[in-house]
């Protein structure tokens, strides 16, 4: 996964403010079918757009102490190598196949970081020694993390695929035990883990910082969306939305 700076979440919180603001500012004009008043709407827009951008740099800003401080209190570990040596046995195992002196499976060539993520590819592997795989990996789970596991579409099984139907019936039923969720693609399928759920102390913690920036934000915003004639009531709306958003929010995982 690419890492994001405090410099390029304020690029982020710009672009995306400046976004949110011109559809406000249209969204307001157009609902009052383009009759009226034009500075209320550009008015309107830039209090949308200056809340999303302050609430992204908020949000944003403190997910990315919480990370760095994790980062900080964890060792580095190279996980390539620690899967490559995982599955090293698996690499004897594969010379002995038939078709071994053409297409060998490798844990130099097989095993690798794509993107940020890391890989295993299942190609020029057997079934059974792709099942042998996928139980050394569940028996690792807390070592390996998040992985993506290459499957292929089956397009050079004589018959039908073969790996992917094998590696969905293994993984799927346990995927949740093992704190992992699945994210299936057409030639891979990649095990993210769901995380650690906040506990209540983490999760007050992140609600009073956050709490006050977005009810604040949204009230006036949805102030002055409901016009002159229902200020307070688009205010109230706007603080309860602040409540929940945050709420919400303040429960995400942190997930390793």
């Not at 403190?62 to 060792?75: A, D, S, Y």
């Not at 906040?198 to 949805?222: C, E, N, Y």
Request: glycine letters at 10%; aromatic letters at 8%; charged letters at 20%.
């Amino acid at each position: 996964m690419v890492e994001v700076t405090f410099r390029d979440l304020f690029y982020i919180s710009i672009v995306m403010g400046i976004m949110a603001g011109t559809m406000a500012t249209m969204l307001g004009y157009f609902s009052d079918g383009m009759e009226g008043d034009p500075m209320a709407s550009l008015k309107f827009g830039a209090y949308f757009g200056s809340g999303v951008t302050s609430l992204t740099l908020i949000y944003g800003g403190w997910r990315l102490i919480e990370l760095k401080r994790g980062k900080g209190n964890k060792v580095q570990v190279d996980k390539v190598a620690q899967l490559r040596e995982l599955l090293t046995p698996m690499e004897a195992y594969a010379a002995g196949l038939p078709w071994s002196s053409e297409k060998a499976w490798r844990i130099l060539t097989h095993i690798r970081q794509e993107r940020g993520t890391l890989t295993l590819d299942l190609h020029e592997m057997d079934l059974p020694g792709a099942r042998r795989i996928l139980d050394l990996i569940i028996e690792n789970r807390p070592m390996v993390g998040r992985i993506r596991i290459i499957t292929g579409r089956g397009k050079n099984s004589p018959d039908r695929p073969v790996l992917r139907p094998m590696v969905n019936e293994r993984l799927t039923p346990i995927a949740r035990a093992l704190d992992w969720q699945i994210l299936a693609k057409a030639g891979s399928i990649t095990l993210r883990p769901l995380g650690k759920r906040p506990t209540v102390k983490v999760w007050l913690v992140r609600f009073l910082f956050l709490v006050g920036p977005f009810s604040i934000a949204l009230a006036l915003s949805f102030e002055e969306l409901a016009g002159s004639g229902a200020r307070e009531q688009g205010r109230i709306f706007g603080t309860a939305a602040g409540l929940i958003l945050t709420g919400l929010l303040a429960s995400y995982r942190n997930r390793v």
